[in-house]
């Protein structure tokens, strides 16, 4: 039984790592980290949880932690890991970081978009981004994991087959991107409040989300080439859920008939099938159905799909998630589940909600 | 394997058993009854079990389906499963109804208060009423078991210890209900639709809902006498979720030193605990949390909770549950374990979403 | 031109305040009082006022304010009118009070349920009742007026005319409320939070909410007796509305054929429409129609309607109304138009916005 | 006073229309146009004008209702007017299409994106694109407006500066939009059930979305060269709004000093202010605030804001806008003014709600 550490269990990504691991047949939850609530009991704070989970939250304490359980998930502000990561906690245990920490290779970028300084660079070079689908020969060996943000697994994916087989310009990506309010945290502001966002629909982050440079970086390594695109978030009347929808170009290309010609869609919808045809947790759609949030909502699955517009010589990519699951808290046991050499859905057999 | 047909698989109630199923380890869905998509891949009208169900749906049989599987989900409009049910299907198979056909004993009290005549009233007698935690034995000999309303529920598992107890003046008892839109179905009419439903709440049945009497009827057998009340339900623009709150005086009775009066909120509250200490599926909250639809979405719960209130001598009666899954398909898989010897709880074991 | 002062003019009622006043013909508001964003431009804090709203929000003061406008309407927590109100500024200015401070005639009753001192007690008897249909003459002639509260305005309307006229025995009362979010007001918690209320419905203040000695003491008026009963409000996941259902039992009372009896369906409404009739912003809705929030939206509307379930010989009460506008800042703004002998509809003939 | 006619009246779009003119200080509506309801209380289909609109529903007759109003309000579907428009009509009145038959000037293009054939090609020469900003000078001579498309009323004006001032490189255009679901109409569909749209997003005719071509012809109007591009709209869980992001590669112009270079920040935002800044009913946003479809629910405005990103060399335009006031009935109304030479603003000086 793997002995799991919860550093900020009580937002809405730890609560959903409650839930998860809760089915993890090989797993079992030994603290409840939450500087916001010691001592209180787990579940006053999630009362779904009552009579499921008896503990109490207990203050955070990373070093002494590591030494009591086989991996810790840190599911805590940007900064925070990197402060208090050291060579020992390493050796005592694995650690899944679901902050950005560890993402990103390049310490000025990090420190560009975060706008705080990182504590621990010594450690970048060793952390593996855990996109489970692309590195997950690299996560099985790694002791620390960079979890992937929820708009980067969802872009990323979405984008994938077509970046790395060279059907698209990589100048002419664009993401525009809309998210349930869960990605925005449990923190109390004003602009989370119900009344404020109910009813409503707005872009944020404009040519400036943090998650940029983490897709730009990944996409780079898809296309074997430096990626800059535009990235728009925007917040939707929603809980859950994030949906992607991308543009780009697309590139000549030798066809199979050796004649030169933009890729058509048996060659586009191919690209996405050689990735993911054997991937449980990406779905792609029969042709013609757009991916929707709802239909993959509780779930580890990504749905995408894509659609050539033959008029623009474009192709319109399209990815849904659910920004807890895939897009946290379900990647994240995926990427436990791979360090410890388990089956790598165990615990993640989850069928979407609906309605 | 317990081979499992369901006749009117593509509503909402259906397409909560096949999810509900899918984790089930002693059952399996052979036929995905629909009239509406004969002939359509399942996953076609319910997108979210792309690749987990690959069947497609059939017309129902009835009696041909009786031959083939060991139990039967009737999923259907009032008066269906009472227009084509006979000896051979019951000595084929059991069946799980989830329609209302054979909930209330008394066959012109159905009639009137659904408006239609009765088909098959020789089965009533040895219809078993599903609410689990009342009937668990009974429902175990059973080969019909009628599946209760979700409104009953959810009114009858707040109300139950207080009625059974005699604790409450059950001539003063009211209840008003709440329920998500999946309550009404799937069906395309203008008052379901997203804008008639969404920033609206109303009441509606008003002193007539067809609950009624199948609440009052299992309140007759807890409180040894005839009951009537009003009961109100009200449409709520969320999806899943029936609250209930229901008032009553408080009876006058022998108090545990002997004395006459009022019972006083321990009293309360050990009527809750006796009848539900050893109950999985029902939780007592502790003292002062109301019970709140969104922390038992998509389990099997019931979340139920009292309040007394000395100024007025009334108890305020408070019941959450999933209409969806305690409600309706949650309970009916429960049923079906106690119909096969199965644990109880085999497919259930499911932790609330939140948020 | 009356001149206006708001204290408390970024809250939700302060917002509709300000929405309401830029309609009103004779009105116009000199002081946008906020303690929260002083010197910050209005619009910038509701950016629907963009250009519409110049002014800037400034700091609270009463006293100074008093010399400078004819009216202030105070949207602001329990306990800050009574703690600066004093004789200088009501010879100065009118007064509409939006909080709970002169809406109790009994200092004990009001210090018991709000948990606060009345530090200005000197004034709740001159203090008038501000529900208009109730009040009228009374708030012509009134220095200060306590605008009713949400819960209060829908529930006595709703209630008044079967209490009035003796037709409902008064111990039988029942309230049972239903408010959307904006009714919890601006402030940052996490309880209100859009993720916490979406997709959930709760009780609250269960026989404890502080409205209920306020209804309780204008049915007193209504019924001429003492009334005790029971007020439950649930918060639904909506912006804004109130729905109000109402339970009593019918009272034997005289027919008009001389006979003894309970009164029946003809007899309710005649007591309803000769309350109502002439009433602009209360609509008795035609038989059988139930009130529904989304129909009052925008509007200072009470929709109400009645319904005499015969076999429980219980009359169920109905009202829906927008908790901002007739719950709070289109009553006052009604009662600003009595107390300056202006058109009592003059800036409220808001049609209801649908969807 | 003018009197109104409304073909399609218990729509949305045509329910809003009544909302409006029932504020209009100088149009009554005489017909009450409505298939569906024939016979019935309009307030009885819309229950918010309950004892405000008094009328019946009558059937469609338009050359019989050409002979009695001033104007006629036509939203009614694809098809309707084209097949029943003559010279007689339009001689005794004045029409104001809210359907797609006349927008579209190249007959062909309207035929294939709508999939039906034109029955009055005669009358689209003189038909004005009722997109108030642009045309308002033809719009005050016309007999027959084209009222705009939601999403083309929203996408144009957003664009429509750097389109004009030659900033952007057209070929780069992509529009991503978000709509509330009241765009979708009163139609009963299970698509549009509220478990159904409620909890998700989507998009939808990607790559063939109706629409598209009637942005495209206006766009070209703007730039002087034909624009094709990519509009892809999503459906909301909301029942009003209408969000558009747009995004373009900066052209390089010859800037203020004479260099050529790419424009900047200033340069783009003058192009606004260019053609804003007397304009009522499209605001230009503060330079760092994003529209949102709250603050402008209800009401006639248009918000719009743009960002420079240097890092892509690209410019997000972004537009929120009420589908169903400035999208549909409120343009409208806006038209009706023009062409009847009244205050364009008169019935529109409307406050957006919030929340």
């Known amino acids: 039984m793997i002995q799991v550490g919860i550093i900020g269990a009580t937002g809405y990504a730890g609560g959903e790592l409650v839930r998860l691991l809760y089915g993890h047949k090989e797993a079992e939850i ?101 996109l489970c689908e692309r590195n997950r020969e690299a996560i099985k060996q790694a002791r620390l994991v960079a979890n992937p943000g929820c708009y980067p697994t969802c872009s990323i994916t979405s984008i994938f087959p077509l970046a790395a087989e060279g059907l698209i310009d990589m100048n002419t990506l664009i993401i525009d991107a809309k998210s349930g309010t869960s990605g925005a945290g449990r923190s109390a502001k004003v602009a989370n409040l119900y009344c404020e966002v109910n009813e409503n629909i707005k872009a944020y982050g404009v040519a400036s989300h943090r998650h940029t440079p983490e897709i730009e970086e990944q996409l780079s390594y898809a296309a074997g080439c430096p990626v800059v695109l535009n990235f728009t978030p925007h917040l939707v009347p929603m809980n859950r859920g994030i949906l992607v929808t991308a543009y780009a170009s697309l590139k000549e290309v030798k066809k199979p008939d050796g004649s030169l010609g933009l890729p058509d869609a048996a060659m586009i919808r191919a690209a996405y099938d050689k990735y993911y045809q054997d991937e449980k947790f990406v779905r792609v759609l029969p042709e013609g159905v757009c991916p929707e949030t709802k239909w993959v909502e509780g779930s580890n699955f990504v749905d995408v799909n894509v659609k050539v517009d033959p008029r623009t010589k474009r192709v319109i990519m399209m990815g849904a998630m659910d920004n807890l699951v895939k897009g946290a808290a379900g990647q994240a046991v995926q990427n436990m589940n791979l360090m410890f050499g388990l089956e790598e859905s165990e615990g ?8």
């Open 30 to 130: 030994k603290w409840y980290g939450s500087r916001s609530y010691v001592d209180q009991k787990y579940a006053s704070v999630y009362q779904n949880m009552f009579q499921i989970v008896e503990d109490v939250c207990r203050d955070d304490n990373l070093k002494q932690l590591a030494k009591e359980v086989d991996v810790i998930f840190t599911a805590t502000p940007q900064g925070f890991l990197a402060g208090v990561l050291d060579e020992e906690i390493l050796s005592n245990t694995k650690v899944i970081d679901l902050s950005a920490d560890f993402r990103i290779k390049d310490v000025a970028t990090y420190e560009k978009w975060y706008g705080i300084e990182h504590k621990s660079p010594q450690f970048i070079p060793e952390a593996v981004y855990g």
């Open 348 to 355: 993640l057999d989850l069928v979407p909600m609906f309605p």
